[in-house]
């Protein structure tokens, strides 16, 4: 089974700079998604960011960008300029590639509330 | 507002009693997800389902039941409430994007049972 696993439970960042949030996870699988979700407040689940395994190349999404480091199994969110409305809970999530029955769900890590400061 | 839409929004009930939540997907996605996020659980996949068959098992209690009716709603059932199963309930979609399937997930159920 795949676990995913995010080590900060907590980071700020102050307003107009730069933040990293980790993300590790552990698959034998040799193709798998891997996703970053933002829950704020208001508790909706909103798509940030996807990464195709078998893709080199880091995805980007104006000021958020991944880095996907395949051999490390490590896919971190880096956000751009933060602003006061990034104030969120992000979830990292994998989901295998491979379409059979059961294996097209998501596996969350645990989250990272993530606070700006302005 | 990613096209899934769950009702109610907010429920609270007692405990021993049962009851229903629903979702509708987005149009055109055929694949209904449910998933329970409770504080000490972190996000939980219950079930899934495929044009009206249930597709994959999770987590789920056999106290929860859930289906896929022709039009692709989903309802999701919860009997015997325990103070437990209260949580947000979330229920996504998913759509294949040229490559990924992607899921979008709905506002989420918030159960309270007391």
């Known amino acids: 089974a795949q676990t995913v696993t995010q080590s900060q439970p907590e980071m700020s960042v102050q307003e107009a700079e730069t933040v990293t949030l980790s993300c590790t996870y552990d698959?034998?699988?040799?193709?798998?998604?891997l996703f970053w979700y933002k829950q704020p407040p208001s508790r909706q689940m909103i798509l940030v960011i996807r990464?195709?395994?078998?893709?080199?190349q880091n995805a980007t999404e104006n000021r958020f960008s991944v880095n996907f480091q395949k051999a490390a199994k490590s896919f971190s969110l880096k956000i751009s300029d933060s602003q006061l409305g990034d104030a969120a809970m992000y979830f990292c999530a994998y989901r295998s590639a491979y379409e059979n029955f059961g294996n097209e769900k998501l596996t969350f890590g645990t989250g990272t509330r993530l606070t700006i400061i302005p | 507002d990613s096209g899934v839409t769950q009702t109610p929004k907010h429920l609270i009930t007692a405990t021993g009693q049962r009851v229903t939540l629903r979702c509708s997907p987005r149009?055109?996605?055929?694949?209904v997800y449910w998933y329970q996020q409770s504080l000490d659980q972190g996000l939980q996949f219950l079930i899934q389902?495929?044009?009206?068959?249930?597709?994959a098992k999770g987590n789920i209690l056999e106290r929860f039941s859930a289906q896929q009716f022709p039009d692709l709603h989903s309802e999701l059932n919860l009997s015997s409430l325990e103070l437990g199963d209260s949580a947000l309930y979330f229920c996504a979609s998913s759509v294949k994007d040229r490559v990924v399937e992607t899921q979008y997930f709905g506002p989420g159920t918030r159960l309270l049972v007391l």
């Open positions: 149009s055109g996605d055929l694949s």
């Open positions: 698959t034998s699988e040799s193709d798998y998604y």
């Open positions: 990464q195709e395994a078998y893709k080199q």
């Open positions: 389902y495929y044009n009206g068959e249930e597709r």
